[in-house]
């Protein structure tokens, strides 16, 4: 063996990185590296020579070019999210207990499914009517799916309106009310509130005395006197409409007191 300028000869051959295999059967001359991977090096010993290992410093498996799969879910740890969990390719590799398609880690009910829209949770049902929050419009209280999770108002109901309603007092040709009169006019306002998705039409009517034109803008200053107050009193006035029927529509005759008193109201009528 000799040396010359930094270069080893073996029996007249070259190594010139010291690894025993002479340059001209070295694949790597430049690396010291493994006869039996001709020379060329494998750092992690993975049986994947560096040049050919995308992950050279960790030992990994050939079909992910020498890259690791620790949890061995088909993925490789560079490619996997969560490299520590098995989980499925579509996913990235993160597992999703639940099934309904949203990863564990980016699942906030991860053991129950859910719509990705509610964070992988199940939309609540708060009052139990089998209407969902998100279209429920009235989330507290139980109602009907054709109502949109509202209760529907009962014939029951409404006859009860309108027997209050009758009950309505105004001073003599005019569309204030009488004092004894506001009670009842607090309880049309409470059944209403049971219904917020209900819409009502309240009618004004009057007797046959007078002029039809005077009866005509007093029913319907009564009826608006009516709306008004329970939209002052809490009720959407969006879902209140008044009109006047004056004389027009009578439930009685006009040729007894007790017919005219009857024909003198206003009545409530639920919008279907």
């Known amino acids: 063996m000799q040396h010359f300028a930094g270069l080893t000869f073996k029996f007249g051959g070259k190594d010139t990185d010291g690894d025993g295999i002479y340059d001209k059967d070295d694949a790597c001359p430049e690396v010291a590296g493994l006869k039996q991977f001709k020379g060329c090096p494998d750092t992690d010993g993975d049986g994947i020579i560096d040049g050919s290992d995308t992950c050279p410093d960790v ?40 099934g309904d398609g949203i990863a564990d880690k980016d699942d906030k009910c991860p053991q129950v499914k859910g719509p990705k829209e ?58 204030t009310f009488q004092q004894q009169t506001f009670p009842v006019l607090q309880s049309i306002a409470a059944i209403l509130k049971e219904y917020p998705d209900s819409k009502f039409s309240i009618e004004g009517h009057t007797d046959s005395d007078g002029k039809d034109a005077a009866n005509q803008k007093l029913s319907e200053d009564r009826a608006k006197a009516v709306k008004d107050y329970l939209v002052t009193n809490g009720i959407v006035e ?18 007894t007191k007790a017919g005219k008193a009857n024909n003198r109201r206003v009545e409530v009528n639920l919008v279907k």
């Open 238 to 255: 969006g879902r209140l409409t008044s009109t006047g029927f004056g004389e027009t529509k009578p439930i009685d005759s006009n040729k």
């Open 59 to 98: 030992p990994g498996l050939a079909e992910f070019q020498g890259c690791p799969d620790t949890d061995a879910d088909g993925i490789a740890d560079k490619d996997d999210a969560c490299p520590d969990v098995a989980g499925p390719k579509s996913l990235n590799g993160c597992p999703d207990a639940d």
């Open 118 to 175: 509610n964070g992988g949770c199940p939309w609540p049902d708060t009052d139990g009517d089998g209407v969902l929050d998100k279209d429920d419009k009235c989330v507290d209280v139980k109602g009907t799916v054709a109502n949109k999770g509202c209760p529907e108002i009962s014939e029951e109901q409404v006859n009860k309106l309108n027997a209050y309603a009758k009950t309505i007092l105004f001073n003599s040709g005019k569309s």
